[in-house]
């Protein structure tokens, strides 16, 4: 088995077809849904992509791996913080695969051999080994500039932009980092990005701007216009796999590190676009596709709860290895399966509201720890040892408008502690 891994950056899962968005953005994601498993409710980590990918491929949360922001990722990548830890990626290596992909040598301590950025010719190179590809597409992460006719494709025919609307939708499609005049970006004040400065469409670049509710169509045509160039890739990229006959030999995942909000608190991107970031499900809310015919069902939709925790136990699994360190995710095998409907009661996430782009000095956090039914969240700022908590009934609020932390004491309780365990791992491991 072959594992192709894409993941492609803030992709909501609420714009894909298979997620009943009647919009035509998604036919090729919507081909591995039908033929594989689709997770209804899979949760991220955390609103900015460099604690998700971590999670992902360790099992581990970000209580447990602590990294959460630059200064974890410099200690991490540049001074050897992880030196001599055998991580499922060296597991997956030792068992005879290639571990490559596109623009991996930043989460080198996580396993990764090389940078292997086309996949075409890495496929035509190596379609008769065993391999772990890491397909990293950006379509969906700002700036949204799709082609033209993809724009014009999913804008509503009644929408009829004034000039002050268009000027923002020029912003949307050239800036990465949109965010309002009481904030400021880490790159705004010449800090050096130890992640390096992007790629050719998504070089570091930023505006003010303040948006309007009359925006919102717009805003979505240009974000629908690029879900659809991500599906075009991941079209071609199974004709590929099918022309050199190992579609059905290649486990294809289809995930994202996390959410974007697209306007429903007033601003575009996430944490570290827009420097307002939430742990609202727009935020954190990704899609999860698994499809390998030889052992996965077709057609199958998972609606419990999971975290992005639980992948690599599950691949782990497929593939009949151990994982070489404690995880803290479970494998999906026995939901897929049918063997229980069972499975954990809470997940977790945490983010600064700045995500990449805090100013240093800047420690205040957002937790979240997520239900079925129940989401509490805790905004905390140790520069004024303050905490703001909010709760929100996800029944019947599922848009996350009525706080009821006031009113509902006895959940909130609940939710309190068990995020408190967590926060007390963090401080375990700290420490």
Same mark, same amino acid.
């Given at each position: 088995?072959?594992?192709?891994?894409?993941?492609?950056?803030?992709? #909501?899962?609420?714009?894909? /077809?298979?997620? $009943?968005?009647?919009?035509?953005?998604?036919?090729?994601?919507?081909?591995?849904?039908?033929?594989?498993?689709?997770?209804?409710?899979?949760?991220?980590?955390?609103?900015?992509? @460099? %604690?998700?990918?971590?999670?992902?491929?360790?099992?581990? =949360?970000?209580?447990?791996?602590?990294?959460?922001?630059?200064?974890?990722?410099?200690?991490?990548?540049?001074?050897?913080?992880?030196? /001599?830890?055998?991580? %499922?990626?060296?597991?997956?290596?030792?068992?005879?695969?290639?571990?490559?992909?596109? *623009?991996?040598? #930043?989460?080198?301590?996580?396993?990764?051999?090389?940078?292997?950025?086309?996949?075409?010719?890495?496929?035509?190179?190596?379609?008769?080994?065993?391999?772990?590809? @890491?397909?990293?597409?950006?379509?969906?992460?700002?700036?949204?500039? %799709?082609?033209?006719?993809?724009?014009?494709?999913?804008?509503?025919?009644?929408?009829?932009?004034?000039?002050?609307?268009?000027?923002?939708?020029?912003?949307?499609?050239?800036?990465?980092?949109?965010?309002?005049? +009481?904030?400021?970006?880490?790159?705004? =004040?010449?800090?050096?990005?130890?992640?390096?400065?992007?790629?050719?469409?998504?070089?570091?670049?930023?505006?003010?701007?303040?948006?309007?509710?009359?925006?919102?169509? $717009?805003?979505?045509?240009?974000?629908?216009?690029?879900?659809?160039?991500? +599906?075009? *890739?991941?079209?071609?990229?199974?004709?590929?796999?099918?022309?050199?006959?190992?579609?059905?030999?290649?486990?294809?995942?289809?995930?994202?590190?996390? /959410? !974007? !909000?697209?306007?429903?608190?007033?601003?575009?991107?996430?944490?570290?676009?827009?420097?307002? $970031?939430?742990?609202?499900?727009?935020?954190?809310?990704?899609?999860?596709?698994?499809?390998?015919?030889?052992?996965?069902?077709?057609?199958?939709?998972?609606? &419990? &709860?999971?975290?992005?925790?639980? @992948?690599?136990?599950?691949?782990?699994? *497929?593939?009949?290895?151990?994982?070489?360190?404690? %995880? +803290?995710? =479970?494998?999906?095998?026995?939901?897929?399966?049918?063997?229980?409907?069972?499975?954990?009661?809470?997940?977790?996430?945490?983010?600064?509201?700045?995500?990449?782009?805090?100013?240093?000095?800047?420690?205040?956090?957002?937790?979240?720890? #997520?239900?079925?039914?129940?989401?509490?969240?805790?905004?905390?700022?140790?520069?004024?040892? =303050?905490?703001?908590?909010?709760?929100?009934?996800?029944?019947?609020?599922?848009?996350? &408008?009525?706080?009821?932390?006031?009113?509902?004491?006895?959940?909130?309780?609940?939710?309190?502690?068990?995020?408190?365990?967590? *926060? !007390?791992?963090?401080?375990?491991?700290?420490?």
């Amino acid at each position: 088995m072959n594992i192709l891994f894409i993941l492609d950056d803030a992709l #909501r899962p609420a714009h894909l /077809g298979c997620h $009943g968005y009647p919009k035509p953005t998604s036919p090729n994601c919507d081909r591995l849904a039908a033929e594989g498993v689709r997770f209804e409710n899979c949760v991220s980590v955390s609103a900015h992509t @460099f %604690p998700p990918i971590v999670s992902l491929l360790t099992g581990q =949360t970000p209580f447990t791996h602590g990294m959460m922001a630059p200064r974890d990722y410099e200690r991490w990548l540049k001074h050897d913080a992880w030196r /001599g830890r055998r991580l %499922p990626l060296h597991v997956l290596a030792e068992a005879g695969y290639l571990v490559d992909g596109e *623009l991996v040598s #930043r989460w080198a301590p996580l396993g990764f051999t090389r940078d292997q950025n086309d996949l075409d010719a890495y496929l035509d190179a190596h379609h008769g080994d065993k391999w772990f590809y @890491f397909a990293a597409p950006y379509p969906t992460h700002l700036p949204y500039n %799709p082609p033209q006719e993809y724009y014009e494709r999913f804008l509503d025919p009644d929408f009829q932009p004034d000039e002050d609307t268009l000027r923002r939708l020029d912003i949307v499609r050239t800036r990465m980092i949109l965010h309002p005049p +009481d904030v400021t970006a880490a790159m705004e =004040t010449d800090q050096e990005d130890v992640i390096g400065e992007g790629d050719e469409a998504h070089k570091r670049s930023s505006a003010i701007v303040e948006f309007e509710q009359r925006d919102t169509p $717009g805003v979505h045509a240009l974000y629908d216009g690029e879900v659809r160039v991500f +599906d075009d *890739l991941v079209g071609h990229w199974l004709d590929k796999l099918e022309s050199l006959g190992i579609l059905d030999d290649t486990l294809v995942v289809v995930t994202s590190d996390h /959410g !974007e !909000e697209l306007l429903e608190r007033g601003h575009v991107g996430h944490t570290s676009c827009n420097l307002k $970031g939430t742990l609202y499900d727009e935020s954190i809310r990704v899609p999860l596709i698994l499809r390998y015919p030889k052992r996965l069902p077709a057609g199958k939709v998972i609606r &419990q &709860q999971i975290s992005q925790i639980d @992948f690599m136990p599950t691949l782990l699994d *497929l593939l009949g290895l151990e994982s070489p360190l404690p %995880p +803290d995710g =479970t494998s999906l095998l026995p939901l897929i399966e049918g063997k229980t409907t069972d499975f954990r009661a809470e997940v977790y996430a945490e983010t600064p509201p700045a995500g990449w782009q805090a100013l240093p000095g800047d420690e205040r956090r957002i937790w979240c720890v #997520r239900t079925t039914e129940w989401k509490l969240i805790v905004n905390w700022d140790p520069n004024t040892g =303050t905490e703001i908590s909010e709760l929100y009934d996800l029944a019947d609020d599922p848009g996350e &408008q009525k706080n009821v932390y006031e009113t509902e004491t006895t959940v909130a309780a609940r939710l309190r502690t068990a995020l408190d365990r967590q *926060l !007390e791992q963090r401080r375990r491991n700290d420490g």
